[in-house]
């Protein structure tokens, strides 16, 4: 199992070749479809759990292990879906809900979580809705970013069959930037995500 030196307690990382196949770019978005009605499915419990786990937090100091669990799982899971959806890999993501902090491998993507469950910070986890605002907004034009190298990409892979390095590079960190502000959200560490892309 691969694991990486983690400086922040959310890690993603690719591995995967930069040869897509040329028709890929026109497909991923119907293939992906299955992979995403899941991930809406996810996006409904994420808050739910999150929202359990503020209360257990603000009250006991603690976030229980089963909660942390499922967080990684959601969090996991869409990670891999965006990265297929956005054609960085050719393999198909698994239908696979391994509820560890630890990647179950066996994917170019691999998200490695460090969910602290003890010793919390009760007044950052009771104020976080109003802590992340500014993690999110750099996320959001970070986004933007994104977008743009998404589309420059699709017909660089379209014409090519190769992902251009620098953009493909470029969007992988802006997931693991909105993969570390995911945790931050929901509750997964007390640790403030960088404004920075790593």
Request: hydrophobic share 55%; charged share 15%.
């Amino acid at each position: 199992m691969y694991v990486s030196p983690m400086a922040y307690p959310a890690e993603l990382e690719l591995d995967a070749d930069l040869r897509i196949a040329n028709w890929r770019p026109l497909v991923h978005w119907l293939l992906v479809i299955p992979h995403m009605i899941v991930v809406q499915v996810l996006g409904y419990v994420a808050p739910v759990v999150a929202v359990i786990s503020w209360f257990a937090i603000v009250f006991t100091g603690a976030l229980p292990a089963g909660l942390a669990n499922v967080q990684c799982m959601i969090i996991r899971y869409g990670a891999r879906t965006y990265s297929y959806g956005l054609w960085l890999r050719q393999p198909y993501p698994p239908f696979e809900f391994a509820t560890t902090p630890e990647d179950p491998g066996g994917d170019p993507l691999r998200v490695e979580l460090r969910p602290a469950l003890e010793g919390r910070n009760r007044l950052t986890v009771a104020l976080r809705l109003l802590w992340v605002i500014p993690a999110a907004v750099f996320v959001m034009v970070l986004l933007v970013g994104a977008a743009v190298a998404a589309f420059l990409s699709f017909f660089a892979v379209l014409f090519t069959g190769r992902y251009p390095a620098g953009l493909r590079d470029f969007v992988v960190k802006v997931g693991r930037a909105c993969l570390r502000v995911a945790a931050y959200t929901y509750l997964l560490t007390d640790e403030y995500p960088p404004f920075a892309l790593e």
